[in-house]
């Protein structure tokens, strides 16, 4: 199918008062028409990094794209000057996040909200975009729009918010929608309600979905393909019954036996034993030998090749490759 966004070698770095964090370091992977690929792996790992690279939401002027590209349609995002950007922001792409409260202006009735975007870049009347905006709150089940039009954030709870939120992304029909732990912050009922109504977008308008998250039963419930990153790499992608079911690297195996716990929180997650490297001064060869049970003495050299396991799913780890044993000798 269709490749609507190919991302290609992504490096990405922040500096900070301790130093320079090398926060992606190669970051690729396509995302097609209509699908949703989850993003997942532990706090810190490049997933929301990722995201906000795509989306033209790194600050200023502490991060920096030191190479690789954001390719949407024709264009090159990483090379599109601000005003450009905004022309792709909330139109082709829009972008969901954890805290609806920080999406929304608490002084501004909703319905302002919802046709704000509309009224900007697609330049249709105040009737009509109102009409749209009655029928998208309708669909994303928000009972009595029309009145609740007249109300502010304030009036809803938080899940009512995350729909209303969720409206606002798709008003103006982008082709992406990404959404950085969009159900984290509600309560579980809540949660499987908003994946549901994910599932229904997806099915109604054909958009393409980029899922974060570091919550495995909402990857295993959605996804159709899953990435898997680690100090600022992907080291795991593939369909969700590859990823899920036949997980090769050592990483995706760890995160996958341990239960996800509804009663922790993201930084507090801890399936594996040890820690991510430190990204400051990231390590040359596999970032998870330190963490790793079947490290070989090649792993700490040369980070691994990436080995294709089938078309669609593919690997960073000496496991997989041949070469390891003929270049270094024997396992050790
Ligand atoms: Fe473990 Fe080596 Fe594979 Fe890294 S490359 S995951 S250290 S076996
Ligand atoms: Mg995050």
Known sequence: SEIILSVQDLHVSFKTFGGEVQALRGVSFDLFKGETLAIVGESGCGKSVTANTIMGLLPQPAARIHKGKVQFKERDLTRLSKSEM????????????????????????????????????????????????????????????????KQYPHQFSGGMRQRIVIAIALICEPELLIADEPTTALDVTIQAQILELFEEIQERTGVSIILITHDLGVVAKIADRIAVMYAGKVIEIGEKREVFYSPQ????????????????????????????????????????????????????????????????????????????????????
């Open 86 to 149: 905004r022309q792709v922001q909330g139109v082709d792409i829009s972008m969901i996040f954890q805290d609806p409260m920080t999406a929304l202006n608490p002084t501004i009735k909703i319905g302002e909200q919802l046709t704000e975007g509309l009224r900007t870049h697609k330049k249709i009347s105040k009737t009509e975009a109102k009409k749209k905006a009655i029928e998208l709150l309708n669909f994303v089940g928000i009972p009595n729009p029309e009145e609740r039009m």
């Open 249 to 332: 690297h050592p990483y995706t195996k760890g995160l996958l036996s341990s239960v996800p716990r509804l009663d922790l929180k993201e930084e507090e997650l801890q399936p594996i034993e040890g820690t991510p490297p430190d990204l400051f001064a990231p390590p040359v060869g596999c970032p998870f030998t330190a963490r790793c049970p079947f490290a070989m003495e090649v792993c700490e050299r040369v980070y691994p090749a990436t080995t294709s396991l089938s078309i669609t799913h593919q690997v960073d780890c000496w496991l997989q490759d041949e070469r390891a044993k003929k270049l270094f000798g024997a396992y050790v």
